[in-house]
């Protein structure tokens, strides 16, 4: 899978990763190489140019780290990238909802519909422990309603006794009444291909579709075909709805073109791979994973991740020295209020901090909890540079305009300014005192 973006990109990198420094030019070379690189993988062309937009936009105004080079930092920017686009966070079959859960396979023909049904039906039973009940709506092709019921012996899963002449809506029916009076969790829906869309094939569709109520409708669609899948994927989904995509045959796929823009261009995630005949040749696709597999890089993606936290160690460092000297203004205070939202809120913070207890208390009586960070933050966005440097200005006409702006009330901005001020004398009356401060010891 993927093995031509692999080589390509990490001839590109290592050119890249080495260098003490980057010109804009060479950032914009790399570009043109890895804007070539998925192209000939048979990404979308709307999709690389997307990708490569975003990734020169980050280059450009990336944060410089100390204890990384600039070529790593790229990396790591196109790796984030191509999560992005392959679906960041992943999704698989969501059987929430009342049992039974109908899942509807659809495709063309030999796209792996059948197989997949059994493959998803195996690991239902297996490895989730549900009660799976398999039916094969294909009427159209006579062997295919018994390929399905030999799949379910093999996986060891119900499959509804064959009555020939039934429609593939009267069969929908059936099976989805079965589910509920033998108490199935899942009941999964093969239905027939054609060997391309059309008007038939959508109507019957569209038709088993409003007898079933699936949950989940699966497009199985083989990655081998490329943009074509990604087309099909669109057409589907307009005239049928889908909820999700099956590729398969990845394991034949070196380019990967349709996996990897199919999520971009559809909108709709990719939610299991097959990667061979055998039942249990079928992963979840997880971008994260994809996206290490496809750079081969994580050493250098992790090196980076953790150079981002020492930046952000850093700022805690020149904030504890700002403390002890005394100085705290509303840059400060906002400045902490992100550190606090990007450590897990309050209670992760200050539970893990001795001697927080009296702070947590003080912060507790202005009000404060995690749901209004954004508010105060917001106030403090909407003063002028003057004000936050010398917050003690704050009179009624000038805390009747940031309330306006921040669409919170002068109470708010009260309770803001107290606790400031609150934090600002302990601030000083720690001043000297041994450890570099509350706030070291917190963010340090
Ligand atoms: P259907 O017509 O859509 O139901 O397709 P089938 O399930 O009958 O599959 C057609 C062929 O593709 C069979 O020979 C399967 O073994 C094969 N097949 C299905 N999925 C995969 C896969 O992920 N990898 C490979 N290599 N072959 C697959």
């Known amino acids: 899978m993927f093995e031509s973006l692999q080589d390509r990109l990490g001839s590109i990198f290592s050119g890249l990763t080495g260098r003490g420094a980057l010109s804009d030019k060479d950032v914009a070379a790399a570009l043109r190489e890895i804007r070539r690189a998925l192209i000939e993988a048979d990404v979308a062309l709307e999709v690389v140019r997307d990708f490569t937009d975003r990734v020169r936009e980050k280059a450009v105004g990336v944060d410089v780290v100390k204890s990384v080079k600039p070529g790593q930092m790229v990396v790591k920017i196109v790796h984030d990238e191509l999560v992005e686009m392959l679906g960041s966070e992943g999704e698989t079959i969501d059987l929430n909802a009342p049992s039974p859960v109908v899942i509807m396979m659809v495709g063309l023909q030999g796209s792996g519909k059948t197989t997949t049904s059994a493959k998803i039906a195996k690991r239902l039973t297996g490895r989730d422990k549900k009660k799976?009940?398999?039916?094969?709506?294909?009427?159209?092709?006579?062997?295919?309603?018994?390929?399905?019921?030999?799949?379910?012996?093999?996986?060891?899963?119900?499959?509804?006794?064959?009555?020939?002449?039934?429609?593939?809506?009267?069969?929908?029916?059936?099976?989805?009444?079965?589910?509920?009076l033998g108490g199935y969790d899942v009941v999964i829906l093969d239905t027939a291909g054609r060997t391309h869309i059309d008007e038939p094939l959508m109507i019957e569709m569209a038709d088993i579709r409003k007898h079933a109520d699936p949950h989940e409708i699966l497009l199985v669609a083989d990655s081998l075909t490329g943009q074509d899948a990604v087309n099909l994927a669109k057409s589907f989904d307009e005239r049928v709805g889908i909820t999700g995509l099956v590729l398969t045959r990845m394991d034949g796929d070196g380019r990967g073109g349709a996996a990897l823009s199919m999520r971009a261009v559809t909108g709709k995630p990719i939610k299991l791979i097959g990667t061979g005949e055998r039942m249990d040749e079928m992963e979840e696709f997880h971008p994260k994973r994809i996206a290490d597999r496809i750079l081969g890089m994580g050493d250098i993606v992790s090196l980076v991740e953790k150079a981002a936290e020492n930046i952000d160690q850093e700022k805690a460092a020149q904030m504890a020295k700002k403390m002890q000297e005394g100085k705290f203004d509303m840059n400060d205070l906002a400045d902490q209020l992100h550190q606090m939202k990007k450590m897990g809120g309050m209670g992760g913070i200050m539970g893990m901090m001795p001697g927080m207890g009296k702070m947590k208390d003080q912060m507790a009586a202005a009000g404060m909890d995690d749901s209004i960070f954004n508010r105060q933050l917001a106030i403090i966005g909407s003063m002028t540079k003057h004000e936050r440097a010398r917050p003690d200005i704050l009179k009624h006409s000038r805390k009747k305009r940031i309330a306006a702006g921040s669409g919170t009330n002068a109470a708010e901005i009260n309770k803001l300014l107290k606790m400031h001020r609150q934090m600002a004398d302990m601030m000083k009356s720690m001043k000297g005192k041994k450890g570099g401060g509350m706030m070291g010891k917190m963010m340090g």
């Open 132 to 180: 799976v009940l398999m039916a094969s709506l294909d009427t159209r092709r006579p062997a295919a309603q018994e390929q399905l019921r030999q799949l379910g012996e093999q996986v060891d899963v119900v499959t509804l006794p064959i009555i020939e002449g039934q429609s593939p809506s009267d069969i929908a029916k059936r099976a989805v009444q079965a589910g509920k």
